[in-house]
């Protein structure tokens, strides 16, 4: 069974431009992995500060090699203070699983 993700970031407003930016190249090159089955990341239609990354994983496997990768720490540094607060991350599970 894959691993799916659902991370919600709280955007300084005046640092959203430049967060667009670094998500959506690291979604191209996440999209690259072979274990990344999705990697996408949206706004929100109804809180104009906020992204939301969706992300499905063949296995724990992809998701730590995934985090080794040079693209991930670019993009970290990339986005360093800005977040309002620290990111709500929620690895789900079917109900009733």
Wanted: glycine fraction near 6%; charged fraction near 25%; proline fraction near 5%.
């Amino acid at each position: 069974m894959s691993i799916e993700i659902t991370v919600v970031f709280d955007v300084v407003p005046d640092r959203m431009e430049p967060v667009v930016a670094a998500f959506g190249k690291l979604c191209a090159a996440t999209r690259q992995e072979e274990g990344a089955l999705r990697f996408d990341a949206f706004r929100s239609e109804e809180h104009a500060n906020t992204v939301v990354l969706v992300e499905e994983w063949a296995d724990q496997e992809a998701i730590d090699l995934h985090m080794k990768e040079p693209y991930v720490a670019g993009f970290l540094a990339e986005v360093d203070g800005a977040f309002a607060r620290p990111a709500q991350v929620h690895r789900l599970r079917p109900l009733g699983g």
